[in-house]
Structure formats: structure tokens, C-alpha cells
């Protein structure tokens, strides 16, 4: 599917030494954010690091941050709030809240390292309605497990 236009996204260096976030390969959903000062977590150790970037994301798209699956498979490190939500209105720095998941090892992420990325996707607008009975359907209130395991 492609647009004639695709969004805009504003890009705005807090840190004259942040990196534009880009795609590792041409046509690659996501655009690796990287960290702006490295980093030490312990085993299970959280920690909020900024990427030096301000952006605004385009009426109609929110911007989901998510972890990069080599960084999360091969060391454990992994996104908190995985995936982020950066709304259209938002101008402050994207800062990544990390987490070390792996038991036992230390995680070195250092400055300049790739460690998330920021995808676009459109959002369908909507009109909120209170109601006092949800219509009926298949599933039910069947949740967790409900479908089998």
C-alpha cells in the first residue's frame, strides 16, 4: 500500500549530537532511536534515557516506540512501557524507559547505540459513547485463556 503522500515526521535535535532517526534498511517500518549517554542495568534494573530528539508526530498517526528484538533476545533489554505512545501533541525529548530483563547479566548500552524504534501508524478518529448494555456477541466476557491454552 502506498501513499501518494506519505506523513511528514518533524524531527528537532535537543542534543547537537543526536542522530536523526533513520531505517536500517531502505523500507524498514521502524527508525532506530539511539541513546544519547550510555548506561549500566543490573539485573532487572530500570532506567529512563533520553535520545536527544524532540519530534511531532502528524494529526492522525501516533508514534509507537518499541525494542529492538536482537538487543531484547540477545541481552534481555527491553522497553518498560513496551510499546510506547507518543501523541501528535507531545513536543518534549523521546526518552526510552529501559529495562534489563536477563536474571543474572549486566547490560552496557553505550551512547550512540540503537535501542528502540519509532514506528507511524495511523489512528482512526472516534465519537465516545456511554451506554448501559454492550451489544451481544460471539466471544462474549470470555478473557484470559478463553480460547484454550
Same mark, same amino acid.
Given at each position: %500500500?502506498?501513499? =501518494?503522500?506519505?506523513? @511528514? /515526521?518533524? #524531527? +528537532? &535535535?535537543?542534543?547537537? @549530537? =543526536? @542522530?536523526v532517526p533513520a531505517p536500517a534498511r531502505p523500507g524498514d517500518a521502524g527508525l532506530d532511536? +539511539? #541513546? &544519547? @549517554?550510555? =548506561?549500566?542495568? %543490573?539485573p532487572g534494573e530500570r532506567r529512563i534515557v533520553g535520545t536527544g530528539l524532540a519530534v511531532a508526530i502528524p494529526p492522525g498517526y501516533a508514534g509507537l516506540v518499541l525494542p529492538r528484538s536482537g538487543l531484547a533476545s540477545k541481552k534481555g533489554l527491553t522497553l518498560a512501557n513496551s510499546p510506547g505512545l507518543i501523541d501528535p501533541g507531545y513536543r518534549g525529548e523521546v526518552r526510552l524507559a529501559l529495562v534489563n530483563l536477563d536474571r543474572e547479566e549486566v547490560v552496557e548500552v553505550k551512547k550512540?547505540? &540503537? #535501542? =528502540?524504534? /519509532? #514506528?507511524l501508524v495511523p489512528v482512526a478518529g472516534l465519537e465516545l459513547k456511554e451506554v448501559e448494555e454492550l451489544p451481544p456477541s460471539e466471544r462474549g466476557e470470555g478473557g484470559f485463556g478463553s480460547t484454550g491454552v
Open positions: %500500500m502506498s501513499q =501518494a503522500h506519505p506523513p @511528514e /515526521l518533524l #524531527v +528537532k &535535535r535537543l542534543d547537537p @549530537e =543526536a @542522530e532511536l +539511539k #541513546v &544519547r @549517554e550510555g =548506561a549500566l542495568l %543490573m550512540g547505540e &540503537r #535501542v =528502540a524504534q /519509532l #514506528v
